[in-house]
């Protein structure tokens, strides 16, 4: 298993700033990924932090909205960038460990 | 197309047994997960098939047929703290990533 914490766990921001969440793993993880959880709804996968190279964007989502950084295999950073009402969700960071998943506490963010 | 369909919503009564379907499209498949997510938490890993037929852990199984593209969540004796909702997730075997389904919501009721 992997032991993931993630921080902020929650936070409330104003419209047009920027947030960043941190990942930690407990171990060294070759996949890491970043999802969003917006209200009701499922998780969608934003990016694959990729170390030492640039993240790996899915359709609809942008580095200049969520940079996202992987400077090791133990650690990740995403940024929320000029936020907006919109972005209000949960943000969770994952691995892919021996075949399965696993999911960070998430942060949930409300942008006012 | 990639695409992964499961109820929003069902509700089940204390000690019953409930089964939660989910039909799912790939070109390439590369195994079904469940996951079980509790109010404001993480989800929480329950069970992975990538072969056809069921599997069996504890009070939870689940079953996989691939030709049919359909899984279900079988939860029997049901307890309240079952009460939560429950993930759907292909992994595709082109890209290597986890597509969810829309989750479903179980209720238990005394």
């Known amino acids: 298993s992997a032991v993931i914490s993630q921080k902020p766990s929650r936070d409330i921001c104003q419209r047009g700033t920027s947030l960043t969440i941190q990942c930690q793993v407990d171990s060294q993880v070759t996949m890491m990924f970043w999802y969003r959880q917006q209200p009701g709804q499922s998780l969608t996968l934003i990016a694959t932090a990729n170390q030492g190279s640039e993240a790996t964007y899915e359709s609809g989502f942008v580095i200049d909205k969520f940079p996202i950084s992987r400077p090791n295999l133990t650690f990740s950073t995403l940024t929320v960038s000029n936020m907006s009402p919109e972005d209000s969700s949960i943000y969770l960071c994952?691995?892919?460990?021996?075949?399965?998943?696993?999911f960070g506490e998430g942060s949930r963010l409300t942008v006012l | 197309g990639q695409n992964i369909d499961q109820p929003t919503e069902m509700t089940a009564t204390e000690g019953a047994i409930v089964q939660i379907n989910c039909t799912y499209q790939?070109?390439?498949?590369?195994?079904l997960f469940w996951y079980q997510q509790h109010a404001g938490e993480a989800p929480t890993f329950l069970s992975y098939n990538v072969l056809d037929g069921l599997e069996e852990k504890g009070r939870f199984s689940s079953f996989l047929s691939r030709s049919k593209g359909y899984s279900y969540l079988l939860l029997k004796e049901l307890q309240m703290k079952d009460s939560a909702s429950y993930l759907c997730a292909f992994g595709s075997s082109n890209t290597g990533k986890l597509i969810f389904g829309q989750g479903t919501t179980l209720q238990v009721k005394p």
């Open positions: 994952s691995v892919e460990n021996t075949g399965e998943l696993f």
């Open positions: 790939t070109s390439g498949f590369n195994g």
